[in-house]
T-cell receptor, first 112, second 112 residues
Framework: EPEVTQTPSHQVTQMGQEVILRCVPI?????FYWYRQILGQKVEFLVS????????KSEIFDDQFSVERPDGSNFTLKIRSTKLEDSAMYFC??????????FGDGTRLSIL | GQNIDQPTEMTATEGAIVQINCTYQ??????LFWYQQHAGEAPTFLSY????GLEEKGRFSSFLSRSKGYSYLLLKELQMKDSASYLC?????????????FGRGTSLIVHP
């Protein structure tokens, strides 16, 4: 069964640096999502992407964040000028409209 | 806004049956999901309810009552590997959004 794949599995970065998290969704997915999960807390929605543009975003997804689908397959989340509180698991997910979302294995982001 | 409530932790014995409850208040309703999440891993889709009643899938069943804002996940013939967090996620019905809101999860501990 095809999977949503994410790279890297773990990213360690100095505070203030930029990070780019990458995701390769399943080919027949039309909607793409980024979520984050701070250790011990609930999964939080960041942004959804459809038809090459942002369809929804949460209040967490401020100017520090951006998403792109640069080549029609990869789906990236960029975090500019990272802060300590950005340390979390970041999950990419894909789906087809109202169908259940399928999550990637996540990237653990550690900000030092 | 949306509010989702589920117990923080439950314990059960291998081979037994356990029921994990979820209550919610949402602005409209467009589906309820249950996900399983092992520590350090991604959420894995278990079930989806959009109409009232019971959905059965192997050892797992999920029930929904929209009028009561209530769902439960029933796990039968518990196995040690079922020890995980179980996430209830509800999708509201505002503006055609496909974004589910996740509860904090119920940590299930299965002991011999």
């Amino acid at each position: 069964e095809p999977e949503v794949t994410q790279t890297p599995s773990h990213q360690v970065t100095q505070m203030g640096q930029e990070v780019i998290l990458r995701c390769v969704p399943i080919s027949n997915h039309l909607y793409f999502y980024w979520y984050r999960q701070i250790l011990g807390q609930k999964v939080e929605f960041l942004v959804s992407f459809y038809n090459n543009e942002i369809s929804e975003k949460s209040e967490i997804f401020d100017d520090q964040f951006s998403v792109e689908r640069p080549d029609g397959s990869n789906f990236t989340l960029k975090i500019r000028s990272t802060k300590l509180e950005d340390s979390a698991m970041y999950f990419c997910a894909g789906g087809q409209g109202n169908q259940p979302q399928h999550f990637g294995d996540g990237t653990r982001l550690s900000i030092l | 806004g949306q509010n989702i409530d589920q117990p923080t932790e439950m314990t059960a014995t291998e081979g037994a049956i356990v029921q994990i409850n979820c209550t919610y208040q949402t602005s409209g309703f467009n589906g309820l999901f249950w996900y399983q999440q092992h520590a350090g891993e991604a959420p894995t889709f278990l079930s989806y309810n959009v109409l009232d009643g019971l959905e059965e899938k192997g050892r797992f069943s999920s029930f929904l009552s929209r009028s009561k804002g209530y769902s439960y996940l029933l796990l039968k013939e518990l196995q040690m590997k079922d020890s995980a967090s179980y996430l209830c996620a509800v999708r509201g019905a505002s503006g055609g959004s496909y974004i589910p809101t996740f509860g904090r999860g119920t940590s299930l501990i299965v002991h011999p």
